[in-house]
């Protein structure tokens, strides 16, 4: 159940639709309650019962709670055995945090292209065209909460030899087949960042079916060592050696705490946005402006972490937005592309990236969770109207 009449949340002045808030009710604030006033704050039992709580959800056979979908992707991509001398392919219609991560295990990230305004997932064949004997990997994005398409990206990386990784930041609860968005490839990384559909304030999440890979993940997650503060704590450790050089990437509990809530919440909270993108499509059919991924395969069941509209020209996307903003309507650009970005202008193109570069610049993100009111989706869908 999404909570029925929630506190309001983080209120703002300036805006009478922000782009996302989160609900806050009671349970939510025992729950942060009981974990403050249990004397154990570091990771304990409550992040173990969100791992277990996650495998379930997922149907994954390991999961890892972490400090944030950063470092998750960091572990993915470190645990993979990615490197140096290393090349990961990923959409350049991405959030920085991907590349960031790839350049830190000091491989390369190497951008590829998505298939078009209608669908904002990287396109195979541009990532095929990027492939070198040195790519290991290719890091895939479900954007916006849209599987994208996993099972001939898994055949081409079949041929290659590549691992293939899966930020599934936008996609907790998306699922292709039955089979959910993160178990599709070898690992799948979730992020619970305040905008998420899971929303904790900061966490993450790892999940995969390779015990060697979730071996390795689990000890790079705390400093490379055999045993957690917390086994020692019970009783079931005395002392540690470590096995590797790792980081400190764990979640503590209390945002674990708060992570056990939202995981049951999560399935309303789709469908709420669901219902929600679904009145958008409606109401904006036959206007100047479309939205992507107007029809997706029948075995692919999307969730909806953005709403995105895309206007006829760049132009036509400024005049929209300062609309919307005089009307107290906060929007956001889903994504820049990364190879814009001056730490990664530098960096040598390998295949064209000209429909990210269109897209981009026409691309509008509108606001969108579980908890808008009519009245709300009404004011976003009259000011889109009047400025299109
Ligand atoms: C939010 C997000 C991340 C990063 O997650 P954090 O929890 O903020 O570190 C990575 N990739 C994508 C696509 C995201 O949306």
């Known amino acids: 159940m999404l909570p029925k009449n929630p506190q309001k949340g983080y209120t703002s002045l300036k805006w009478q639709v922000p782009l996302a ?16 006033r249990s004397g154990w704050w570091s990771s304990g039992p409550r992040v173990e019962a969100f791992e277990g709580a996650f495998r379930e959800y997922t149907g994954a056979r ?48 190497v951008f590829c292209d998505i298939v078009g305004p209608g669908d904002l997932n990287l396109d195979v064949e541009s990532v095929e065209s990027a492939l070198t004997p040195r790519t290991a990997a290719v890091l895939a994005l479900h954007y916006g909460g849209y599987p994208c398409d996993m099972a001939r990206l898994a055949a081409l990386a079949e041929r290659h030899g590549l691992a293939v990784l899966e930020d599934s930041a936008h996609a907790p609860g998306a699922k292709v087949g039955e089979r959910s968005c993160g178990t599709l490839g070898l690992a799948g990384c979730f992020s619970f960042f305040s905008n998420k559909n899971l929303p904790v304030g900061e966490g993450g999440l790892l999940v995969t079916d390779d015990e060697a890979l979730y071996d390795r993940a689990r000890l790079l997650r705390s400093h490379g060592m055999t045993t957690l503060t917390w086994d020692r704590h019970r009783g079931h450790a005395s002392s540690y050696d470590v096995e590797v050089r790792g980081y400190n990437f764990r979640l503590d509990e209390i945002h674990a705490a708060i992570g056990l809530v939202q995981l049951a919440r999560l399935d309303d909270e789709n469908r709420a946005r669901a219902e929600i993108v679904a009145r958008y499509r409606r109401d904006l059919e036959g206007s100047a402006l479309s939205m992507p991924f107007a029809g997706v395969p029948h075995d692919v069941t999307p969730v909806h972490h953005l709403a995105v509209v895309v206007c006829e020209t760049p132009e036509a996307r400024e005049a929209v937005r300062a609309h919307l903003d ?63």
């Open 21 to 36: 808030d989160v609900a806050v009710d009671d349970e939510l604030a025992h729950a942060v309650d009981e974990a403050v």
């Open 326 to 388: 005089k009307r107290r309507v906060q929007t956001s650009l889903h994504y820049p592309p990364i190879h814009r970005f001056t730490a990664y202008a530098e960096d040598e193109l390998r295949v064209p990236l000209d429909r990210t570069e269109d897209v981009a610049a026409r691309l509008l993100t509108i606001p969108l969770f579980g908890h808008m009111r009519d009245e709300q989706v009404a004011l976003v869908v009259e000011s889109l109207l009047e400025a299109a």
């Open 62 to 109: 390991f999961a890892l709670a972490v400090a944030n979908g950063t470092t998750a992707l960091q572990l993915a991509l470190d645990a993979a055995g990615v490197g140096a001398g290393d090349e990961v392919i990923l959409p350049s219609l991405n959030f920085v945090a991907a590349a960031n991560a790839i350049s830190h295990t000091g491989a390369t990230p």
